[in-house]
Structure formats: structure tokens, C-alpha cells
């Protein structure tokens, strides 16, 4: 079925304002897939917070052209899958990895996490790029050493703490 500009206009802004939000993209091709285990690729997308959208690589190509992820547009060839990870930058990339390991038809061909295009090569470095929750865990981790010995040495030394206090109000 034909598009008619007026339509090709709103998927290129889709496009447009999907990018804008993501953290990465991730594209497959999904070459000899039903539709029932596109239909599983989806649901697996929507429970994960990724956005999913099959369009043609000349609109995606005008969609992408004004956003972080211009530089994948040598690499939209043949029927593709979009991927937009939009809650964690290793979202799409996660859902493609897992996916076909049950599914070989589907094939990671490009990625990108906005600083330059990457090859299928780096599908496992970008799938385990930590989610925000535990990305703040381990920043947390890394603080949790050194301020258990800061409260232990002010419960240590409490009167030492004090007149520490104390010099530096006066010397104020």
C-alpha cells in the first residue's frame, strides 16, 4: 500500500521525536519472521521500555538525519527493525541479544549509542550497559567503603571531632 506524503511526514516526525528521547538505537534485520514471533519481539519491547518500529529506511534515514544517531544511516540496507532504548542505554541492544538467541532469523546489523555508528561486534558491549537503578548502585558501592570509615572515625573520637569543630568556627 502506497504512502501518501501526509503520512510520510508523520513518520519521519515519529522518528524524529522518538530519537530525540533515546538513549540508543539498535537495528535488525528480520529477514523470514512470522508475525507471531514479531508479535513476541513487541510485547518483549513494550515490558522492557523499548520502542520497536519496522519503516522504510528512506523515512528512518530523514527521521535520524537531524538527531545523535545520523551516523547509522550507511548501515540502513534491507527489511530493518528499529530498536529506541528509552530507559536504559542497553535496552534494544538487550532485547536483540536475547531474542535471537531463540530466533536466529533475527540479525543485529548496526548500533549506536549516539557517538558514532558500532557494528553487530558490540551488540554484548552495549547489551550489558547498566540500567540508571544500576548504574546508582554501584556509584553508591563505590562511596559505601569510604563513608563507613568517616562515621566510624567521627563515633571514635567524638571529642577530637568536636574541638576540630570548634577551631574552625573560630577561626572564622
Same mark, same amino acid.
Given at each position: 500500500m502506497a504512502l501518501g506524503l501526509a503520512a510520510k511526514k508523520e513518520i519521519v516526525a515519529e522518528i524524529e521525536e522518538v530519537a530525540s528521547r533515546a538513549l540508543s538505537v539498535a537495528v535488525a534485520e528480520y529477514r523470514g519472521m512470522e508475525v507471531h +514471533?514479531? @508479535? =513476541?519481539?513487541?510485547? *518483549?519491547?513494550? +515490558? *522492557?521500555?523499548?520502542?520497536?518500529?519496522?519503516?522504510?529506511?528512506?523515512?528512518a534515514k530523514r527521521g535520524l538525519a537531524e538527531s545523535k544517531f545520523a551516523d547509522i544511516d550507511s548501515a540502513l540496507v534491507g527489511p530493518l527493525i528499529y530498536g529506541f532504548s528509552i530507559e536504559a542505554p542497553g535496552g534494544a541492544a538487550r532485547l536483540f541479544k536475547d531474542f535471537s538467541k531463540k530466533n536466529d532469523k533475527l540479525v543485529v546489523t548496526a548500533l549506536s549509542i549516539g557517538s558514532g555508528l558500532l557494528g553487530p =561486534?558490540?551488540? =554484548?558491549?552495549?547489551?550489558?550497559?547498566? @540500567?540508571? =537503578?544500576?548504574? !546508582?548502585?554501584? !556509584?553508591?558501592? @563505590?562511596?559505601?567503603?569510604?563513608? +563507613?570509615?568517616?562515621v566510624r572515625t567521627i563515633n571514635e573520637v567524638p571529642g577530637k571531632f568536636v574541638r576540630v569543630l570548634a577551631a574552625i568556627k573560630e577561626e572564622k
Amino acid at each position: 500500500m502506497a504512502l501518501g506524503l501526509a503520512a510520510k511526514k508523520e513518520i519521519v516526525a515519529e522518528i524524529e521525536e522518538v530519537a530525540s528521547r533515546a538513549l540508543s538505537v539498535a537495528v535488525a534485520e528480520y529477514r523470514g519472521m512470522e508475525v507471531h +514471533e514479531l @508479535t =513476541d519481539l513487541r510485547i *518483549q519491547a513494550r +515490558e *522492557q521500555g523499548v520502542y520497536l518500529k519496522v519503516v522504510r529506511n528512506t523515512l528512518a534515514k530523514r527521521g535520524l538525519a537531524e538527531s545523535k544517531f545520523a551516523d547509522i544511516d550507511s548501515a540502513l540496507v534491507g527489511p530493518l527493525i528499529y530498536g529506541f532504548s528509552i530507559e536504559a542505554p542497553g535496552g534494544a541492544a538487550r532485547l536483540f541479544k536475547d531474542f535471537s538467541k531463540k530466533n536466529d532469523k533475527l540479525v543485529v546489523t548496526a548500533l549506536s549509542i549516539g557517538s558514532g555508528l558500532l557494528g553487530p =561486534d558490540k551488540l =554484548d558491549a552495549v547489551a550489558s550497559l547498566p @540500567t540508571r =537503578d544500576e548504574a !546508582l548502585a554501584r !556509584l553508591l558501592a @563505590t562511596f559505601k567503603a569510604p563513608a +563507613e570509615k568517616f562515621v566510624r572515625t567521627i563515633n571514635e573520637v567524638p571529642g577530637k571531632f568536636v574541638r576540630v569543630l570548634a577551631a574552625i568556627k573560630e577561626e572564622k
